[in-house]
């Protein structure tokens, strides 16, 4: 599986996250294999320093309009430093969080945005009880 973006939506992320510093997000809407949505997320203000919180209606809100426009998966983008485009284990316990308290979910990306550089995504799914993460090409067109 792969995914696919056009140049100037990531162009629109990452720019994004300029002079905004890191541990910044927002919500990405996939269509048919395709990242085509992009909203950003001031995140919730009383979450600590350095770690992003998504601001939970914002997300339910966005979600539920991207539905009725046929977006059929979701994702929480978040930046990293430069350099680290891996999920650290706050992020691997967060993708957990939102699985367990959503056991209808199927399918989930959590993308990491390396400031002025790059987007890594990563695919979170349920395959025999367990909650697995994948590292997912991402294709630029």
């Known amino acids: 599986m792969y995914l696919e973006m056009e140049k100037g939506l ?82 691997i316990q967060y993708v957990n969080s939102v699985f367990d308290s959503n056991r209808d979910l199927g399918n989930m990306f959590f993308p990491i945005v390396i400031p002025d550089k790059n987007i890594c995504v990563y695919r979170s799914h349920r395959k025999d009880g367990k909650i697995l993460i994948h590292l997912v090409p991402l294709k630029i067109i």
């Open 10 to 91: 990531l162009d629109e992320i990452i720019q994004s996250s300029l002079g905004v510093g890191y541990e910044t997000g927002g919500f990405i809407g996939i269509r048919h294999n395709r990242i085509c949505e992009w909203v950003f997320d001031e995140g919730v203000k009383t979450a600590q320093k350095g770690i992003y919180c998504p601001n939970r209606d914002k997300f339910y809100f966005v979600i539920e309009t991207w539905k009725k426009k046929g977006m059929t998966d979701f994702g929480i983008v978040h930046t990293h430093l430069n350099g680290n485009s891996k999920l650290s284990q706050g992020d």
